[in-house]
């Protein structure tokens, strides 16, 4: 059975960085695609970010020049980069990985922004 676990998450000023990781128990070449999803209270879960196995990667218009993922193949992660972060970005964060007939999630880790 394949495991997200997410961690990374906490409390940043507004203005301020940090950095997710999602460590996939199963191996990331297995997937088509891995993504960071979030969803803050009241809203609908949104895509922030997706890395293709071929293409470039796509961002979410209100994190672009902000927010930077990317994989490391060897340690089987997915890493999201948050710079310049805003109390709009308050939100539970969740990866994302999908292919193969496979559509898996891990547990969230909670972000807020907040001084």
């Known amino acids: 059975q394949v495991h997200l676990v997410e961690s990374g998450g906490g409390l940043v000023q507004p203005g301020g960085s940090r950095v997710l990781s999602c460590a996939i128990s199963g191996g990331i070449g297995r997937y088509n695609a891995v993504a960071w999803y979030r969803q803050a209270p009241g809203k609908q879960r949104e895509l922030v970010a997706m890395i293709f196995n071929t293409g470039p990667t796509h961002y979410a218009d209100g994190v672009k020049g902000r927010f930077t993922a990317s994989t490391d193949s060897d340690l089987n992660t997915v890493f999201l980069q948050m710079d310049s972060l805003k109390p709009e970005d308050t939100a539970v964060y969740y990866c994302?990985?999908?292919?193969?007939?496979?559509?898996?999630w891990g547990q969230g880790t909670q972000v807020t922004v907040s001084s």
């Open positions: 994302n990985a999908r292919g193969d007939g496979s559509n898996d």
